[in-house]
Antibody, heavy 124, light 107 residues
Framework: QITLKESGPTLVKPTQTLTLTCTFS??????????VGWIRQPPGKALEWLGI???????RYSPSLKNRLTITRDTSRNQVVLTITNMDPVDTATYYC????????????????WGQGTMVTVSS | DIQMTQSPSSLSASVGDRVTITCQAG??????LNWYQQKPGKAPRLLIY???NLETEVPSRFSGSGSGTDFTFTISSLQPEDIATYFC?????????FGGGTRVEIK
């Protein structure tokens, strides 16, 4: 059974760096085709894909946020870390990590299991 | 980026009604289209992958169809527990993109 859970601060100030940790179980990020993605959702709005890290440590990021995003992994601890620099009030959102199911296209797929999400507010 | 246009943005239907949601991709994405259900305050749940494949343990009243640029999501008989927002997502190419969502309410 795959589970994921996000953790990190609920409040950050503008210009600060946000660091969120996704702790997962039920799979190994060292196994072929596995991946963990990050998605966010501003209050009352749609989902926005942020980035993904794959079993081979390849990472891909949303072009609109690429300069601010970093995704890393710790396979021994079953964790994935998302870092976003220079936070702004428009980054206020619920942040989700999710397990990527490989569907045939190497870099994409479906998110078949999600964490509960963590709400992050950006305010001074 | 591949834009995903979902419609309607909201709908109200009676229990037992057939509900249809459409999603249009900005370019041909073959069958690389997924559907999610999100209940208030909860994380999204995968319902349909690759346009028409029902996820494990998802009730059979949910279905999906389409290919290329035009896709349809259907609830054959709306139930009270189906109150949620539904999102499509293309998985043909990066960046992954989602539709704007359809809020489904009971009339």
């Amino acid at each position: 059974q795959i589970t994921l859970k996000e953790s990190g601060p609920t409040l950050v100030k503008p210009t600060q760096t946000l660091t969120l940790t996704c702790t997962f179980s039920g799979f190994s990020l060292s196994t072929y085709a596995e991946g963990v993605g990050w998605i966010r959702q501003p209050p009352g709005k749609a989902l926005e894909w942020l980035g993904i890290i794959y079993w081979n440590d390849d990472k891909r990021y949303s072009p609109s946020l690429k300069n601010r995003l970093t995704i890393t992994r710790d396979t021994s601890r079953n964790q994935v870390v998302l870092t976003i620099t220079n936070m702004d009030p428009v980054d206020t959102a619920t942040y989700y990590c999710a397990h990527r199911r490989f569907l045939g296209v190497p870099t994409t797929g479906a998110f078949d299991m999600w964490g509960q999400g963590t709400m992050v507010t950006v305010s001074s | 980026d591949i834009q995903m246009t979902q419609s309607p943005s909201s709908l109200s239907a009676s229990v037992g009604d057939r509900v249809t949601i459409t999603c249009q991709a900005g370019q041909d994405i073959s069958n690389h289209l997924n559907w999610y259900q999100q209940k208030p305050g909860k994380a999204p749940r995968l319902l349909i992958y690759d346009a028409s494949n029902l996820e494990t343990e998802v009730p059979s009243r949910f279905s999906g169809s389409g290919s290329g640029t035009d896709f349809t999501f259907t609830i054959s008989s709306l139930q009270p527990e189906d109150i949620a927002t539904y999102f499509c997502q293309q998985c043909d190419n990066l960046p992954l993109t989602f539709g704007g969502g359809t809020r489904v309410e009971i009339k």
